[in-house]
Nanobody, 115 residues
Framework: VQLVESGGGLVQPGGSLRLSCAAS????????MSWYRQAPGKERELVAY????????SHADSVKGRFTISRDNAKNTVYLQMNSLKPDDTAVYYC?????????WGQGTQVTVSS
């Protein structure tokens, strides 16, 4: 099982990034997918969620209207489009897959928002 995030980097405030998480080793379409983030000295927090079957989404209040989660089951990939980035969005972003008692984490990708 692998979850491999990509797309992180350094961006100026107000900029955009799109994170990708490529999944392998399990039936991706059966799993709900989420993005979490962890900033230095802070707990890991849920950023966005997308269900397995109908693609129902939810987003944390702190990112609502700026970030959008989506998935492409044909490509076994989940995305996080991040717009209007702020310095407070600086964190390591993790991809997470869950179905029942089974769950998997990616290794994370760093996002730094700074001028």
């Amino acid at each position: 099982v692998q979850l491999v995030e990509s797309g992180g980097g350094l961006v100026q405030p107000g900029g955009s990034l799109r994170l990708s998480c490529a999944a392998s080793g399990f039936t991706f379409s059966n799993y709900a997918m989420s993005w979490y983030r962890q900033a230095p000295g802070k707990e890991r927090e849920l950023v966005a969620y997308i269900s397995s079957a109908r693609g129902i989404t939810s987003h944390a209040d702190s990112v609502k209207g700026r970030f959008t989660i989506s998935r492409d089951n044909a490509k076994n990939t989940v995305y996080l489009q991040m717009n209007s980035l702020k310095p407070d969005d600086t964190a390591v972003y993790y991809c997470y897959a869950k179905r029942g008692a089974r769950d998997y984490w990616g290794q994370g990708t760093q996002v730094t928002v700074s001028s």
